[in-house]
């Protein structure tokens, strides 16, 4: 576990909590997951880092977790408030009746086809695929939809291969040791691959924008029991991301830190990859991501439990709402405003 950082905004600093404020009469303590420095969820770490989540009355800690069946079975058991993670787990145990709820975003897209530089132009279409071995990760939401983009295309699945691997780094390996005709990764790995000499034919959200990777997770009940922690939690990682547009060096510098990794890895990473931050639970893709691991024999097609009682909508709304009440004149606020669709 790790504990809360110091934050580094004064008492007087815009857009945190004043005295007399709500926020400072009580304080919540939520659990929230992080594998290793991954920086994936970089909005939860970089309002943890700077300390929005204690303006917000919260008391944050990171709770360490290295496989997603131990972070679902942890979530079922209190012993985690939040996943910011995969939507594949959640969805996986939602059909087999877990009683869990997707409230937030993370990340959206984020997945590419890589290749050998000379067989760029070849992977252009989907026709390619056609008799073609591919290399995947599982947990991974890209090729799952590229699955559906086939059938869509006419190309049965029994006509291509996929090859699960465990690592984005080993789809990388195979394309290049000509053990897989092309690869699907995600995380930033595009970049990856071009350091490595592979190309990138495509990104997945060239046939399907905004589909869903990361999403936030947490028990049904708990949120039935107290919904204020989490919509606090969604404000302060609002006010993050209101961060990352206006002042990209701190951001950078904050997760750098974090991390571990390279300033300009991180920028690329945060403003530059195929991945799209975003705290948008997008119900519609979700519910049409679980019909998709359906279709694809990824979870039972006759499970009686379906994803539409599993999404909240509401906590980001009224997040998206209180940041709009701090910060009116605020465009990004105000797109994702008009972006959000109930």
Same mark, same amino acid.
């Given at each position: ?11 007087? *600093? ?10 400072? #009469? ?50 079922? &058991? ?24 997707? $409230? ?12 050998? %530089? ?13 008799? +073609? ?7 991974? *939401? ?19 291969? $996929? ?13 290049? +040791? ?7 990764? =995600? ?14 034919? $495509? ?8 589909? %869903? ?7 049904? #009940? ?20 209101? *961060? ?8 950078? +510098? *904050? ?7 390279? #300033? ?31 279709? =694809?024999?990824?979870?039972?097609? =006759? ?28 465009? =990004? &606020? ?9």
């Amino acid at each position: 576990m790790l504990v809360a950082g110091l934050s580094c905004l004064a008492p007087g *600093t815009p857009g945190a909590a004043s005295a007399g404020d709500p926020a400072q #009469e009580k304080t919540w303590n939520l659990r929230v997951g992080q594998m290793g420095t991954n920086l994936k969820p970089s909005m939860v770490l970089l309002a943890w880092k700077l300390g929005y989540y204690r303006d917000e009355g919260l008391n944050v800690t990171l709770a360490q977790f290295s496989g997603f069946n131990d972070a679902m079975v942890a979530l079922t &058991l209190g012993k985690m408030d939040i996943l910011p993670y995969g939507v594949i787990p959640t969805c996986s145990f939602v059909a087999q009746g877990a009683k869990l709820t997707i $409230f937030g975003g993370t990340i959206s897209e984020g997945s590419a086809c890589v290749t050998l %530089p000379q067989r760029a132009r070849e992977f252009s279409t989907l026709e390619a695929f056609r008799g +073609k071995t591919i290399a995947v990760v599982r947990a991974e *939401t890209g090729h799952m939809f590229l699955k559906r983009e086939l059938r869509k295309a006419g190309i049965p699945l029994s006509e291509v291969r $996929f090859v699960e691997l465990p690592y984005f780094q080993s789809v990388l390996e195979a394309v290049h +040791k000509k053990q897989a005709d092309a690869g699907i990764t =995600n995380t930033g790995f595009e970049l990856n691959a071009k350091i490595q000499g592979l190309a990138v034919p $495509f990104a997945i959200a060239q046939y399907v924008p905004n589909f %869903p990777c990361c999403r936030q997770t947490c028990a049904t #009940e708990a949120l039935e029991r107290d919904r204020e922690p989490y919509v606090r939690f969604q404000l302060a990682n609002l006010r993050a991301m209101k *961060t990352m547009y206006d002042n990209p060096e701190l951001t950078v +510098k *904050t997760l750098a830190e974090f991390s571990g990794q390279s #300033e300009e890895y991180v920028r690329y990473f945060v403003y530059d990859s195929l991945m799209r931050i975003t705290m948008d639970p997008g119900r519609e893709k979700v519910l049409e991501f679980y019909q998709v691991m359906k279709d =694809n024999g990824d979870i039972d097609a =006759n499970t009686p439990f379906g994803m539409e009682e599993a999404i909240d909508t509401s906590v980001y709304r009224d997040a998206l709402d209180r940041a709009l009440e701090r910060w009116p004149n605020d465009r =990004n &606020l105000q797109r994702m405003k008009a972006e959000f669709g109930e």
